[in-house]
């Protein structure tokens, strides 16, 4: 059986398992939707982020900062298959490589498609920067609203967790780990 066709089977099942007719005109469809929607969901399990920087630059001099504000991403909580959605703020200060904006974007991308946690989506894609591009330092900081706290009323819509991490070891750098985070937060 494809794994398409083991999504469709347990997605009829849940619905039958609700109470619902899976037979009903709305719903016929529905398995198959599901299926062809979590193949691009979920298309992040098993790829290692680190494959989005399949180009890397060599710049000796350049030491300014690198800062991509407000990225946006939708990923799934892992613990009730849920949206969790929001902006990220990923800067790192350069050491020799640097890489153009649509790989920390890709690498944002495969981490959030997956079935996910915010805190290790976070570390993930902190790791992934740090490994591939061996910078001074690096911090993400990850600013998303959870649909299984806000549907069930246990957080008020619109409210946000915010989740940062940082890696080392900024040693040619001005800045420490908690200056560069505040830099990252900065409106
Ligand atoms: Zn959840």
Known sequence: ????DQIRQGV?????AVGEDPNREG????????????????????????EAFTTVFEEEH???????KDVSFY??????????????????????????????VRALELVARR??????MTSQ????????????GVAVVIEAEHFCMTM?????????????AVRGPFSTSDMGPSEFLALLQRR
């Open 115 to 120: 079935p996910q946690l915010q805190e290790r």
């Open 75 to 104: 990923s799934m909580c892992e613990h009730h298959l849920l949206p969790f959605f929001g902006v990220a703020q990923i800067g790192y200060i350069p050491a020799g490589k640097i890489s153009g904006a649509s790989k920390l």
């Open 12 to 16: 009829a099942a849940i619905i039958g």
């Open 62 to 68: 350049d030491r300014s900062v690198v800062i991509l």
């Open 1 to 4: 059986m494809t794994q398409e």
């Open 152 to 164: 069930r009323g246990v957080q008020k819509p619109g409210s946000r967790i915010l989740t940062s």
């Open 125 to 136: 894609l902190a790791d992934a920067i740090h490994s591939a591009l061996q910078p001074d």
């Open 27 to 50: 719903l016929r469809d529905t398995p198959r939707r599901v299926a062809k929607l979590y193949r691009e969901i979920f298309s992040g399990v098993g790829v290692d982020p680190v």
